[in-house]
């Protein structure tokens, strides 16, 4: 339940002109960077991402809306991804949400309000960093009502480190399981269905045979989210989120062969 604070801080925050958009002090703490924005609709940041868009800065007020496509307005997740050149010296995090937001540089977690009750409080936190691209990954998660994040930074103590930057580490691993871009099976080509995102049925084809499965069964089946080659209603687990706390998932095999669904 929001309360009172977390009302008037919405409300302050909804006179601003930043719906979708930065402050121009997030520009310039910001410019220049890179973030792969990745939506889930749920709140765990479990399986793949419904919504994935490349933005230059993390500000957002989608007050009692979603951010996209495919993303409920309640109980939908986030997960922005860079790689980040900062200077030598501490650097001050601040970071403002509704409902929660994690800090995570370089595999560390820096700040953590998850299961905290600081819904709308703008936190701060001070993180020494050498000079050098570093890993930066926050991640965010809305649960019912207004919906906003905001992070920003400052170098606030300059250190010394004059080593000419590297370049940028690969991206970091999706904590979702892989999915293959392109499957074929004895019922058909799923590529076209991989593609729109949608559900099996709609690349189906039958081969004839008298046990093969019949386009009702594969109505009735949920829509795949695990695809690539499997032996039909065989069951395996998939780790499907970044939290450590949430426990891997059961997912069955579609009829088509063709991926697996949460069972």
């Known amino acids: 339940m929001k309360r009172l604070l977390v009302t008037a801080i919405l409300a302050a925050v909804l006179l601003l002109p930043l719906v979708g958009t930065a402050s121009p002090a997030t520009v310039n703490a910001q410019s220049g960077n890179t973030w792969t924005a990745s939506y889930f609709n749920n709140p765990n940041w479990a399986g793949n991402p419904v919504l994935i868009q490349t933005v230059p800065f993390i500000a957002f007020n989608w007050g009692f809306g979603s951010p996209g496509a495919g993303v409920p307005v309640d109980n939908f997740t986030a997960r922005f991804d860079s790689q980040v050149f900062f200077n030598a010296g501490t650097t001050r995090f601040t970071l403002q949400a509704d409902d929660e937001v994690a800090l995570i540089i370089n595999g560390v977690t820096f700040l953590d309000t998850r299961g905290a009750g600081q819904s709308g409080k703008s936190l701060t936190v001070d993180v020494p960093l050498n000079q050098g691209w570093q890993q930066v990954q926050v991640l965010y998660r809305e649960f019912t009502q207004a919906a906003f994040v905001f992070v920003n930074w400052q170098l606030v103590k300059p250190g010394t480190n004059p080593t000419p930057p590297p370049p940028p580490p690969p991206p970091p691993n999706n904590c979702g399981p892989a999915s293959a871009t392109s499957v074929q099976t004895r019922f058909g080509d799923y590529t076209p269905c991989i ?69």
């Not at 499965?213 to 089946?221: D, H, K, W």
């Not at 579609?254 to 069972?263: D, I, N, R, V």
């Open 195 to 263: 593609q729109q995102g949608i559900h099996q049925v709609n690349c189906f084809q039958s081969d004839g045979a008298w046990n093969s499965p019949n386009r009702g069964s594969i109505e009735t089946e949920p829509q795949i989210t695990v695809w690539g080659q499997c032996t039909a209603d065989s069951w395996t687990t998939f780790t499907v989120s970044c939290d450590p706390s949430v426990p891997q998932q059961s997912f069955k095999c579609s009829k088509t062969e063709a991926g697996w669904f949460p069972g």
